[in-house]
């Protein structure tokens, strides 16, 4: 199986991973961290999929898209962390005036999960920001040990697919890393140019990493 990563510009597609077997169905539609709580509460039923339609028809795309042949197969979210719920988030400490970009939201659609599609969507993702100018990028993952968790609830990715805690991956080449003493990033994640195959994503320690 080869996974080929795109930007998310096909509705039909985003809606193939995102959307509701109903199409009068409420779901999020990888809205929720994207927009205001006021509009996301008032986008009802297919209002949503009209607005992410738009998203999809915008310069710059929603997130990424991964495709078994012609075939979407998983979403990943990825946008600039000020145009997001993010940027206002008091869980996640803001350390610097880097404009770092936020991953998330991360979906393999049934009958594909268990075959390394959500790592190759974190490396599309990294190589989406870096095109598109993103000097760093972050990620929320959840630690969940070895619970088991809803997958509802494992949007933002899980510490065991090597979205790992406590780091942010800078994209410019040759930025000094911070001071030692310097406060860090609540979550963060892997690795920077030199990402590794998207089956062995892991923490790259180089100076150019950011951990806690």
Same mark, same amino acid.
């Given at each position: 199986m080869t996974i080929e /990563?795109?930007?998310a510009t096909v509705f039909e597609d985003v809606r193939a991973v995102l959307g509701p077997k109903a199409p009068q169905s409420t779901v999020c539609w990888c809205l929720s961290y994207r927009i205001p709580s006021k509009l996301d509460n008032e986008l009802r039923g297919p209002a949503r999929g009209e607005y992410v339609a738009e998203l999809c028809r915008a310069e710059l795309a929603p997130g990424v898209l991964?495709?078994?042949g012609d075939t979407p197969v998983g979403w990943a979210a990825v946008a600039p962390r000020s145009e997001t719920s993010f940027a206002h988030n008091r869980k996640i400490p803001h350390f610097d005036d880097v404009a770092v970009w936020s991953l998330?939201? /991360?979906r393999v659609r049934p009958g594909h999960r268990k075959s390394g599609i959500s790592h190759s969507l974190i490396a599309g993702a990294v190589e989406f920001a870096r095109d598109h100018g993103a000097p760093a990028i972050e990620a929320y993952p959840l630690d969940n040990g070895d619970a088991k968790v809803d997958l509802t609830m494992a949007y933002a990715g899980l510490r065991k697919s090597r979205l790992h805690?406590?780091?942010?991956?800078?994209?410019s080449p040759g930025r000094p890393p911070p001071h030692p003493h310097a406060p860090r990033p609540q979550l963060?994640?892997?690795s920077a140019a030199s990402l590794p195959p998207s089956e062995s994503l892991s923490t790259d320690p180089s100076g150019q990493l950011r951990v806690r």
């Open positions: /990563i795109r930007p991964a495709y078994d998330w939201c /991360i805690q406590s780091h942010r991956h800078h994209l963060t994640f892997s």
